[in-house]
């Protein structure tokens, strides 16, 4: 790590220092500090009310930290609205998932595609050529992840009456389609049997690979994290715990205790 | 978006239609449906206009009607002539009182002036969601007509303000329906427009895709008002005298019921429930004096045909809780692809 940390800030895509945050005095999450480099693909993982969604929501913007620092690409984005962080090149799912139920599937990766080729409504009424080509850039980039995630078939279909797994992969390929550098992913394999989850994990790899996105996965599905992850975070009602390779964390008597003694 | 092309020539076939009627209309039938398919026009424009922020992008204001009405008095003393304004509004500033407006012009700047309002008032307002925006909006509708009331050196306060030039016919609104709709349904059916919804379906995740929901709203707003000022005028042209309490509650309640009934997420919707309402409730009014069937004679019954309206919502909210459209457009059998759902495999291949 140390050598690591001796090159230059820039391969350093998000770093978060001292990070705290208090619901009327609980304490959601203390002190984390977390490094991501370009490319990573990390696991935070922890009980529930262990501070891992708090993390995610501080990170872009849907609330706000009591103390502490995040850097993006080394520019401080605390106290920035969400629709600017993602603008910056950090995406998200959500936990659940939060789809725009009336539009259909591709219509769902349409409206973040948007984001990189922004049509305001003077230009959505005149239409001209370079609403056109914006129009066009947008459709390839939902064909494009539509095909990815294997939702090609439903594009029609609308998001609401999707099934479960499919939600779940459709919420993925909307983030993406903002373009972003990180992706942050909340419970992404919540409700899918071990053959899905598999899948999932093929997906991400994949996604990072081609993409080139650092990617955090937030997750209480073991399997996943171990498999996937580079390095795994361990938080604990807020705090870290222990950050290391799978096998560490693994074996990490803090960790046994605190989390996989439960389970 | 592919199924994009199909809504403009939907559009386009119903303005030719609607043009067909607005210049033959008044050779073919009396003046009673003139004047019925000119109201239908008009309220069309509203219910429209009222659609952009309360159907299609989730902001159920109870405000709209505020700028019906500061667009009907904005058109309303612009268009009054210089001698009416001297015997009228005597106490008319200076800049208003040397000059008097056509039709058209005054018209536009009704619809200015209402967006304007709605800038001023959604900046904050587009923030709020749920009850919340609604309760705020009410707030502004009844602050609208408190000014009308009060500010009577420009409106005559309660008393009736009068001699609005009789300009609107019908080709004048169908004419300006026309182009309501081609500037909602492009706007509805675009990128834009998705982000409008988008917003509407839910404002986390149109954040978390790097949507700006006030902007997105604020939008969607001020459009509305816009064409919501310009339905003013046309109202005021076609009432010719009017008072504060035509633009307000009675007015509100009568435009959301039309959207309601029609679908709030459908502009086809929005004009169905215009004409639905309006010919029931014609039919209804002359049910209501009373008429005679060989030997039965029915008694007039006066307000018999709210209680049947009333019935009729209620029954529809039972059974078509989305409205008669829902978000579904009619596209004249140009396609059986809705605008929103296709569960037919392949068809934008």
């Known amino acids: ?263 | 978006m592919k199924a994009d092309p199909r809504i403009p020539i939907a559009v386009g076939a119903a303005l030719l239609l609607a043009a067909g009627v607005a210049f033959g209309a008044p050779h073919m039938v009396g003046d009673y449906f003139v004047r019925i398919l000119l109201l239908i026009a008009l309220n069309s424009i509203l219910v429209l206009s009222l659609s952009l922020s309360n159907g299609f992008t989730g902001v159920f204001s109870l405000g709209h009607v505020g700028f019906i009405g500061a667009g009907a008095y904005a058109a309303g003393i612009l268009s009054l002539t210089v001698q009416q304004k001297k015997a009228l509004l005597p106490h008319l500033p200076d800049l208003l009182n040397w000059f008097s407006l056509p039709f058209l012009p005054a018209t536009l700047v009704a619809g200015l002036f209402a967006a304007l309002l709605a800038v001023i008032v959604g900046y904050p307002l587009m923030r709020l969601s749920g009850y919340f925006v609604s309760v705020a909006t009410m707030g502004f509708l009844i602050i609208v007509n408190v000014v009308l009331i009060n500010a009577s050196d420009f409106t005559r306060g309660a008393r009736t303000f009068t001699g609005v030039p009789l300009a609107t016919t019908l080709p004048w609104v169908i004419g300006w329906l026309a182009v309501t709709l081609l500037v909602l349904a492009r706007l509805v059916y675009s990128p834009f427009g998705r982000r409008m919804k988008a917003v509407r379906d839910d404002t986390i995740a149109a954040s978390a895709v790097g949507i700006s929901v006030l902007r997105a709203r604020l939008v969607a707003f001020v459009i509305g008002a816009f064409f919501a000022g310009v339905g003013g005028s046309l109202y005021a042209h076609y009432l010719g005298s009017f008072s504060p309490n035509t633009f307000y509650f009675a007015m509100t309640m009568n435009l959301i019921a039309m959207l309601v009934l029609g679908g709030m997420g459908s502009l086809s919707g929005a004009i169905i429930g215009v004409i639905c309402v309006s010919i029931l409730s014609e039919l209804l009014r002359s049910v209501e004096r009373g008429f005679t069937i060989g030997d039965i004679t029915v008694p007039a019954l006066f307000g018999a045909s709210q209680i049947v309206l009333g019935f009729l919502f209620i029954l529809i909210m039972i059974f078509r809780p989305k409205g008669i459209m829902g978000d579904r457009e009619l596209t004249f059998g140009l396609s059986g692809r809705s605008a929103n759902q296709n569960h037919k495999e392949g068809k934008d291949r």
Request: proline share 3%; net charge neutral.
């Open chain 1, 1 to 263: 790590m140390a050598l690591r940390d001796g090159k230059t800030d820039e391969q350093i895509l998000l770093r978060t220092t001292g990070l705290t945050k208090a619901f009327r005095g609980l304490v959601a999450l203390r002190d984390q500090t977390i490094t991501l480099r370009a490319r990573e693909i990390v696991g935070v993982i922890g009980p529930n009310g262990s501070g891992k969604s708090t993390f995610f929501n501080l990170i872009t913007g849907f609330s706000q930290p009591n103390s502490g620092q995040i850097e993006f690409k080394g520019r401080s984005i605390v106290g920035m609205h969400t629709s600017r962080i993602v603008a910056l090149g950090i995406a998200r799912t959500f936990q659940g998932s939060r789809l725009f139920g009336t539009l259909t599937v591709r219509e769902n990766v349409l409206a973040a595609a948007q984001l990189r080729e922004p049509v305001g409504p003077i230009a959505s009424i005149v239409r001209g050529s370079l609403y056109q080509r914006r129009v066009a850039a947008a459709e390839v980039v939902a064909t494009e992840l539509l095909d990815l995630m294997g939702l090609s078939d439903q594009a029609d279909r609308l998001a609401a009456d999707l099934p479960y797994g499919d939600q779940r992969r459709l919420e993925i390929a909307r983030a993406l389609a903002t373009k972003p550098e990180l992706l942050l992913l909340d419970e992404p394999a919540a409700g899918l049997d071990s053959n899905e989850t598999k899948v999932l994990a093929g997906l991400i790899r994949t996604i990072r690979d081609r993409y080139g996105v650092a990617v955090v996965v937030v997750e209480h599905d073991m399997d996943l994290i171990m498999g996937l992850c580079e390095r795994i975070q361990v938080l604990a009602t807020g705090e870290v715990i222990c950050v290391g390779t799978p096998e560490e964390v693994r074996n990490h008597p803090r960790v046994r205790e605190a989390y996989l003694g439960h389970s």
